[in-house]
């Protein structure tokens, strides 16, 4: 009759197994239905949030600059170099908006036109005003998001070796002895369908282990489907010289001479 009663307690537990996989699922579906929804909403309010993992034609640095252009705060000439005009060398002007706004100020601390690689690649405090801008959008997306609970590590090892036990015992106690009536015939193959899901789910559960790892974040994709920043796709249409100007402004990383190099406290070098 031990088969009786390994029918009486396999079971219910295979069900709690998938039970738990199941309400995991189901729980991790719906934070990432809530991370995209709100991906979405804060693409909608702030379409520089999440730029910065665009290719570089259609990133923030190119969206700031472009927005600065239309703005009439800066000019482009033919080889890239980005130079104020008279309203963007007023302090009291600004874009609205920290990311261009911190371009702006990288301009107004060089001694000369320069170019949107080299403001990138030498202008540290740029780069800090950038990385700034969206650690702060990141951690808007992180806030109060819903995660799947999982166990401490502890109790995780401890409730698979209880499962390990739980499946050893049973598989000896089936092999052990052989049923005798139709009863014992039922329970039997009962507890062995149900020993197989168990093998079963722990295969299911190393692959969703897996798969969770290697998933790409739903807010990873979520840039490309906001789809380009309207500054860049208005300077595109109004002027598309100056939008090619920008595109090669990126790609000019040196600096020659004195040429856009920062100013050295109230006084201005000589160019």
Do not use: K
């Not at 219910?12 to 579906?29: D, F, H, K, N, W």
């Not at 107004?108 to 740029?126: I, P, W």
């Not at 489907?225 to 109004?238: K, M, N, V």
């Amino acid at each position: 009759m031990m088969s009786v009663v390994l029918a009486c307690v396999v079971p219910p537990v295979t069900a709690v197994l998938y039970g738990s996989l199941g309400v995991r699922r189901r729980r991790e579906a719906r934070w990432r239905r809530t991370l995209a929804e709100r991906c979405a909403a804060m693409s909608a309010d702030d379409p520089y949030a999440g730029t910065d993992e665009r290719w570089w034609p259609e990133d923030d640095v190119q969206a700031s600059a472009a927005r600065l252009v239309l703005d009439g705060l800066v000019t482009v000439n033919h080889r890239g170099n980005l130079s104020l005009t008279a309203a963007g060398a007023d302090p009291a002007r600004t874009a609205g908006h920290p990311l261009p706004d911190a371009l702006l100020a990288a301009l107004r601390h060089r001694t000369a036109s320069a170019a949107l690689g080299n403001l990138l690649m030498h202008d540290t405090a740029f780069r800090a005003a950038r990385a700034e801008f969206h650690e702060a959008v990141r951690a808007r997306l992180e806030a109060g998001r819903p995660r799947p609970q999982r166990p401490p590590g502890c109790l995780t090892v401890v409730g698979v070796l209880l499962l390990v036990l739980e499946m050893t015992f049973t598989t000896v106690a089936l092999l052990d002895q052989w049923p005798r009536g139709a009863v014992d015939w039922t329970a039997s193959a009962v507890v062995g369908a149900a020993l197989l899901a168990q093998f079963l789910w722990l295969d299911l559960s190393e692959r969703r282990d897996d798969a969770h790892v290697g998933r790409r974040d739903p807010s990873a994709g979520y840039p490309e489907r906001a789809g380009i920043h309207p500054a860049l796709t208005e300077l595109a249409a109004s002027d598309p010289e100056s939008a090619v100007r920008l595109r090669t402004s990126r790609l000019r990383l040196r600096r020659r001479r004195n040429r856009g190099r920062r100013r050295r406290g109230s006084t201005a070098a000589t160019v």
